[in-house]
């Protein structure tokens, strides 16, 4: 799951200030002869690197907040969401996994429903479809990470896959990643 979060130190994620880390080789891999473009992600909802609202938590509303990234790839046909902690105690561990919003899709209102999009939701890891906000244990800070990734096709993914089940779907489809950092704690 998401390998190239975890490789990097915090330090290096939060001093990143919204770029997109290196991309493992095997996990949302680009096709063949294609290099990974960028795309900026942004949210009104809270700053590159800062606190993520209560409200977008599991000590608020738990609902997720509103995302936009810059235009994608020429060849985008698809977009797909996971987002992560890398700082769980178990290892990283998935909040939101979403895939096959359409190609025309350049930003995500707070609370979205991503089936009105034509969107799948897969399962985070509370074993639940859809959003789950940020829920670290008592007096840690966490960092989240928000991935945007831009497809050369629509996934061959059921609802409910897994962050593991989207990004075996997505290798040798992706034509640009970017990620939001944002953190929180009790």
């Keep these: ?21 290196p991309t493992a080789a095997g996990h ?3 096709p063949p002869g294609v290099t990974l473009e960028k795309l900026t992600v942004t949210s009104k909802s809270f700053p590159s690197n800062g606190q993520i609202p209560v409200d977008y938590t599991c000590d608020g509303a738990d609902k997720s907040p509103q995302l936009t990234w810059s235009a994608p790839p020429s060849g985008t046909k ?8 890398p700082d769980a105690p178990g290892g990283d561990f998935i909040h939101w996994v979403a895939f096959n919003l359409r190609a025309d899709t350049s930003s995500l209102p707070e ?6 999009l034509d969107g799948v939701s897969g399962t985070n890891g509370f074993n639940r479809q859809g959003y789950a906000g940020p829920c670290p244990p008592k007096m ?3 960092n989240y990470a928000f ?26 489809h992706v034509l640009g990643e970017g990620i939001l950092v944002g953190n929180f704690s009790h």
Excluded: K, Y
């Design 1 to 21: 799951m998401l390998p190239h979060v975890r490789w990097l130190p915090v330090a290096a994620v939060l001093a990143c200030n919204g770029c997109t880390p």
């Design 78 to 85: 698809a977009f797909a969401i996971i987002v992560d902690d």
């Design 147 to 172: 991935h945007v990734f831009a497809l050369d096709a629509p996934v061959a993914a059921q609802a409910g896959a897994s962050a593991d089940d989207l990004e075996s779907a997505m290798s040798g």
């Design 111 to 116: 609370a979205v429903d991503v089936s009105q």
């Design 140 to 142: 840690e800070l966490h």
């Design 28 to 30: 949302a891999s680009p």
